[in-house]
């Protein structure tokens, strides 16, 4: 089956879906941000207006109104315009404008961290519960990919946008305060500005099909990484460690060539910005020394403003860089969350809906048939008119090749899939819904590769029943024959496991999925062939164990060594995703040409 990435998911949400989600994260709190992003500007502004008056009282005069408007607030108040009441209003304002700066960053840096979060929750909830189905198509990798590297990526660019949002601000009040000096000078530097803008607009633009690039070639070496980790046993044991160390590092190189563009995109746009800023500055004291005739005082101030202005333009240029790496980052975060969105298994306000389904007189699949996504229909299908029941209290065995069908009908059977075609039944009814969480709740499942978390014994088997007393705990060990090796063990119960169970032998990592399946108390237990990877002696042990709870649990079992099968009350050979025959392990194995003395016949050939 082939697996699809996140990028075959729409996208292109845009800047303007971007900053759609960052205002609905909470549209007030955001007001509020500008509005102290907005007092802060204006307080620069005001810084701006002081330096006129600061140079009139130095001796350095000015032909703007701005003295004479900065002298009628002083006089307001009742304060000589001296020297150092200048200076003292200066000092207090830059510090009224510092603190206000201040509380803004932390405002801007909590929002921007409940965005980001807000975003990441969302996408944990959109892909846990979203259809196993279609999280079947996409590769693990990827979805790491989305939730680490585009995440982080995102985080930044919200900082940006937020930090461009001040950016204008300051621009808009120092340039309020400029008009009052001289308006053509003003004029002069807002053309300068938006020059300056156009011409490295469309590196700005590069930089975002750069990062389009990047995350692919990101998403490249995650995939490499988790895949070489993996198969790290097999690596060293086949002397392939070699050719993933190469293919590592020609993805890096091909990553690292892309950042290296992205930098120097940023780069040239500094350069340009600078040169272009510097002529733009000689001319414009050419012109207004030559032609204008502006007054000293003024043209120092605007000559500052100028290039404060400037300044904030640059760092405008960079956050919009930073703005569309993250473009294609927030893309690709909200395309693999519609996509698990849409796939949603039940919606929200059903989910609590979802009430325990018990198992009633049984399970059955009427004419089922199923398909995974990405073949087409009636072509390769996993099961094609599959029939067959277990009733409650028996013990039933799938049996059948490679590539037979069996994994899918337990999961169908699990309420794990729907099919594509035909009716799954628990208790009389269709198991379709929030019925099929309903039905999780009785069902445990004892996969062929146990998966065990990086934590304690305890935890690892609460994870199934977190409300299990410690003695229901030992009783499920005893009966998954485990109670022994874990009483032996230094920590016992706290026993950490390692990160999958690594630190413990297969057969006992089998012995405790099987034990954390048992603690669930389920109506029905899957076992995918829990025994595979025991000894004998503890193989029968968990045989019996399992004979002494058939009178209260129903068992099916994907039975990859016959010697299970011989011990269920039916037997289901599937082959090619259809039933091939069904009965009891003595009718089918006396049949001379039957499918089953065939399996029976490969595997005595394949043991001898």
Known sequence: MPAATVTDAPRRAGLRGFLGA???????????????QVAAGLGQAAGVLLLVPLLAAVGVRSSSGV???????????GVRPTLAAVLA???????????????QSVLATRYRLEFVDRLRVRLYDAIAHAQWRHLLTIRQSDILA??????????????????????????????????RISPVLTGLAVLAGIGLIALVWPLVRRSRRLAREL?????????????????LKLTK???????????????????????????????????????????????VVELSQRRLHVALGSL??????????????????????????????????????????????????????????GIGEGVALADVHFHYPGRVPGENQALSGVSFEIPRGSMVALAGPSGAGKTTAADLIAGLLEPTAGTVLVAGRPLTGERMLGWR????????????????????????????????????????????????????????????????????RQRLALARALLRGPDLLILDEATSSLDTENELAIRSALQRLRDRTTMLVIAHRLSTASEADQVIVLDRGRVAEAGTWDELSQLPTGRLQALIEAGAAASS
């Open 22 to 36: 960052l205002i609905a994260t909470g549209p007030w709190r955001l007001a509020w941000v500008i509005a102290v």
């Open 67 to 77: 003295a004479r408007f900065v002298h009628g607030a002083f006089q307001s108040a």
């Open 89 to 103: 209003a200066y000092v207090a304002v830059t510090a009224l404008t510092a603190g206000l700066s201040a509380y």
């Open 146 to 179: 989305v939730l680490s590297t585009n995440v982080s990526w995102v985080g930044l660019g919200t900082l940006a946008a937020l930090q461009l949002l001040v950016a204008v601000i300051v621009v808009g009040a120092q340039l309020a305060a400029s008009i």
């Open 215 to 231: 995350i692919d070639q990101n998403r490249g070496v995650l995939g490499l990484t988790t895949g070489f980790l993996d198969a």
């Open 237 to 283: 044991a086949y002397g392939r460690e070699d050719d993933h160390v190469e293919s590592f590092s020609q993805a890096i190189t091909a990553a690292r060539g892309s950042q290296i563009g992205f930098a120097r995109a940023s780069a040239i746009a500094t350069a340009v910005q600078m040169t272009l800023t510097a002529a733009m500055l000689a001319a």
């Open 300 to 357: 120092i101030v605007v000559v500052f403003v100028f290039t404060r202005v400037v300044s904030q333009l640059a760092s405008v240029q960079s956050q919009l860089q930073q703005v569309a790496q993250a473009l294609p980052a927030f893309d690709e975060i909200r395309g693999l969350i519609d996509s698990c969105e849409r796939a949603r298994e039940v919606t929200p306000e059903r989910r609590p809906l979802a009430r325990r389904v």
């Open 441 to 508: 709740a009785s069902v445990a499942l004892v996969p062929q590769d146990p998966f065990l978390f990086h934590d304690t014994i305890a935890a690892n088997l609460a994870w199934g029943r977190p409300d299990a007393t410690e003695a229901e705990v030992w009783q499920a060990l005893e009966a998954a024959a485990a109670a022994a090796f874990v009483e032996q063990l230094p920590a016992g119960l706290q026993t950490v496991v390692g990160d999958r169970g690594l630190r413990l032998s297969g057969g006992e």
